[in-house]
């Protein structure tokens, strides 16, 4: 799950450049948020009602699994890349920084996610009703930390190739080899430093409640990113979208498959 997780990000954010392709993908993301936010409260309605084990057992299962909103937390990055990366038309000056700002709170609630987690865990807070909980990205460093910091940094990249070069010239530089080879090694070095993070923090006492016991094994990317080119000629909206639906439709499928096999296989 976190290196899918990972990768999607990695993919989605240049076809998330365009500001229509990233308010697509965030609205498509809050729906399947809502859908998981009224499903799993039913869920959990359901299975804490009931004495059987099978039931029990796929709660724990869920929750251990699955303990928070993956899709907000999905959603959530395409916003800050909405807010980073698009400039609405006509905006300037105030407005412009303004709409940047706005980032500040889908990063916010990433924040506040991890947090939680880790605070509940660590520090003794007490847990919200799971009604609020449900609400939260689930508790995952490698996704928060790569969600917030890869968009701030090619970001960044793009601003200085504009600098250097021109607008003009910069636009054609966009659609280069080296452009997009810097740009996958940025993201790999954002996973060198995760997954370095984690294996070398792993053993610690505190690991678990930072969730450094994940990702050990996200440096795998990094061939595959670095060599990574995102098209050849014009994007297809239609296939970014069905990749979308697609990504979205394997993990219903596998979470539906689980609770299949627990309940009825075992």
């Not at 799993?40 to 869920?62: E, G, K």
């Not at 996973?191 to 016991?213: Q, W």
């Not at 050990?216 to 297809?236: A, T, V």
Request: with cysteine; proline share 3%.
């Amino acid at each position: 799950m976190v290196v899918a997780t990972l990768l999607w990000f990695f993919i989605r954010i240049e076809i998330m450049a365009r500001r229509g392709n990233a308010i697509v993908t965030a609205v498509m993301l809050t729906f399947f948020g809502v859908l998981y936010y009224i499903g799993m409260d039913m869920l959990y309605f359901y299975l804490t009602d009931t004495n059987d084990t099978y039931r029990a057992l796929l709660l724990n299962v869920l929750t251990l699994i699955l303990p928070g909103n993956v899709f907000w937390g999905l959603g959530a990055f395409s916003l800050i890349v909405l807010f980073l990366n698009t400039v609405p038309e006509g905006s300037k000056g105030g407005k412009r920084v303004l709409w940047h700002s706005l980032a500040i709170l889908p990063i916010a609630y990433l924040l506040v996610s991890y947090f939680y987690a880790v605070g509940t865990k660590l520090w003794g807070w007490s847990s919200w009703p799971s009604w609020a909980e449900n609400l939260l990205f689930r508790k995952q460093f490698a996704a928060t930390v790569f969600a917030i910091i890869y968009p701030f940094l090619t970001v960044a990249h793009r601003y200085i190739i504009r600098k250097k070069y021109g607008k003009e010239q910069a636009e054609k530089y966009f659609e280069g080899n080296a452009y997009f080879f810097t740009r996958n090694l940025i993201a790999c070095l954002i996973i060198a430093a995760i997954a370095l993070t984690v294996n070398f923090m792993k053993a610690s006492k505190f690991a678990s409640a930072l969730d450094l016991k994940k990702a050990s094994y996200c440096w795998i990317l990094i061939p595959l990113i670095l060599f990574y080119h995102p098209h050849m000629g014009k994007r297809s909206q239609i296939a970014d979208a069905l990749f979308g639906f697609l990504y979205m439709g394997s993990m219903m499928l596998g979470y539906g498959y689980l609770g299949y096999y627990v309940l009825f296989v075992i």
